[in-house]
């Protein structure tokens, strides 16, 4: 990366998605204000959790929500909860949970890597993941015959497109646990804009990542039952602590999600679309590449581009090169054995698009 001075941060391009070592996404000014004032007011805490609350329950139909530090922190958090059920003596006593019940139901498949396991996350709270099925498969009948054991604390779900192996059935899967009186949390983190859905599942939690799509700071949205939700915040006493929500993330949260509340979601996929068309008429026009859309896997309401790189040129070499540019290139890699780049442009600007097409003409050239 050349040009960096002393002490500057180093802007780059970043269309890989909402990738946390390059800053997840960029927040619009109004939630930029609302973290701003923020910083420089006092607030009744419960009250801003309070009025958090209202706006969850808008944006998801569950029937309460609560901000904690991140969707990790917020894995941690139910777990805790589902192990603690409110009881505040075992709530003191976390993550030491020995003789509760404990036991968390993890597809293997679900298994995800988030930067940390997830079922770290789930340790963390004192809970003993319980991985069902294999890496590579987890279906209804194996998530049945581990529910007839005992000691079960709750079921944990990930929808994600870090997921592995055929997609299991989320909804059956929330109805199979609920019909055994097993509660279920589901980690959606970037899937907000699939809310309805997880919501609709019938899981008594459902938690999202409030710096992903949704755009806001970092912050760790939950949302589900009043009970459920209660006894997510009854771990505030507890190993909550150090996963509390600052009052700049709650403030920026709201601001999110009622910017959420009036996009027009046509408009906006409308728009998408087009930019992304620009993008590949025009990525399509170089002679080393042959440019398509791929819908999004986890089924988000938008596409992304994947561009086929052709020889002389490969995916490795090109991607090396686009991140060695000033500004660098970032785009995903995942596909890069079959020669393939993977970018997510929803979040980028018509000028970021036009420097992404020239860094490719440039690296490309014969
Ligand atoms: C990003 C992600 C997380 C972690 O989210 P943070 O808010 O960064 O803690 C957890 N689970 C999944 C599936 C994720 O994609």
């Given at each position: ?131 069902v099925g294999t890496e590579a498969r987890c279906d209804l ?10 000691e079960i604390c709750c079921l944990l779900l990930v929808s ?88 700049e993330a709650i403030a920026g949260t709201i601001a999110a ?110």
């Amino acid at each position: 990366m050349a040009d960096i001075k002393k002490g500057d941060p180093c802007e780059i391009i970043n269309a890989r998605g909402t990738f946390t070592p390059l800053g997840v996404s960029r927040s619009p000014a109004e939630v930029q204000d609302a973290v701003g004032k923020a910083l420089g007011a006092y607030f009744c805490l419960e009250e801003l959790q309070q009025a958090a609350s209202a706006h969850l329950v808008r944006f998801s139909g569950a029937e309460a929500g609560t901000v904690v530090h991140c969707a990790a922190a917020a894995v941690t958090l139910a777990v805790a909860a589902c192990i603690t059920m409110g009881d505040a003596e075992a709530i003191a006593r976390l993550p030491e949970a020995e003789g509760l019940p404990r036991r968390v139901l993890l597809p293997a498949s679900h298994n995800v890597n988030y930067g940390q396991p997830i079922e770290q996350a789930v340790r963390l709270a004192g809970g003993q993941p319980d991985l069902v099925g294999t890496e590579a498969r987890c279906d209804l009948n194996d998530l049945a015959d581990a529910m007839s054991q005992d000691e079960i604390c709750c079921l944990l779900l990930v929808s994600s497109r870090l997921t592995r192996g055929p997609a299991l059935d989320i909804t059956a899967a929330v109805a199979l646990a609920r019909s055994r009186n097993i509660p279920v949390i589901i980690d959606g983190a970037a899937q907000d804009m699939r809310v309805g859905h997880l919501v609709g599942t019938g899981a008594d939690l459902v938690i999202f990542s409030g710096q992903k799509y949704l755009s806001g700071p970092t912050a760790g949205l939950v949302v589900g039952s009043s009970a459920a939700v209660a006894a997510v915040r009854a771990q505030e006493k507890g190993i909550g602590r150090g996963m509390k929500a600052s009052k700049e993330a709650i403030a920026g949260t709201i601001a999110a999600l009622k910017a959420r509340a009036i996009l027009d979601l046509e408009t906006w996929q409308a728009a998408q679309h087009e930019k992304l068309e620009r993008f590949l008429g025009e990525a399509n026009a170089l002679s080393a590449v042959n440019a398509f859309s791929e819908p999004d896997p986890t089924g988000l309401p938008f596409a992304r581009a994947v561009l086929e790189i052709a020889p002389p040129f490969n995916a490795v070499e090109t991607i090396r090169k686009l991140q060695s540019l000033s500004p660098p290139v970032f785009v995903m890699d995942h596909l890069v054995h079959f020669n393939k780049l993977v970018l997510e442009i929803t979040s980028l600007r018509n000028d970021e698009i036009d420097t992404i097409l020239a860094s490719l003409e440039h690296v490309l050239r014969e």
